[in-house]
């Protein structure tokens, strides 16, 4: 399924782009409830060594307020994952899901609060990517 996250490739070592990442969140009126550190699960379950990566688990309580009203269902796609990883020692990528991309999954009654949730995430995203 093609096209379903919204994306940024920052030219940054993986902690400071973490960070920077939390903060473009945090402007966009995103909290991270949840964080998931895949390299250190995968390497404590399996004992396979990955790329350092996280997923952080964003909400906007009004737009989670408003899709939950629409569909009560829409809880099983919520929060907004954005996973952090890195390609290298200096280059990090940072992936979204599309809320778009919901409504393919929901319904239509759902396009209105996922636009502005992508609309939202791909500012976060934007605001990453510009001189610093």
Not at 33 to 58: F, M, N
Not at 83 to 95: G, H, I, P, S, W
């Amino acid at each position: 399924m093609p096209g379903y996250t919204l994306s940024a490739t920052l030219d940054r070592p993986y902690d400071a782009a973490v960070a920077d990442v939390r903060a473009a969140l945090a402007d966009q009126g995103f909290g991270v409830l949840t964080e998931i550190d895949i390299r250190a699960t995968l390497a404590a379950k399996l004992g396979v060594e990955v790329a350092p990566q996280v997923i952080l688990g964003a909400c906007r309580p009004p737009l989670a307020h408003r899709a939950l009203e629409i569909d009560p269902s829409v809880a099983t796609m919520l929060p907004c994952n954005v996973v952090v990883r890195a390609l290298d020692d200096d280059t990090t990528v940072v992936e979204a899901f599309d809320p778009g991309a919901m409504t393919a999954l929901a319904g239509e009654e759902l396009a209105p609060v996922a636009e502005e949730a992508r609309t939202l995430l791909t500012a976060a995203l934007a605001a990453l990517t510009e001189d610093r």
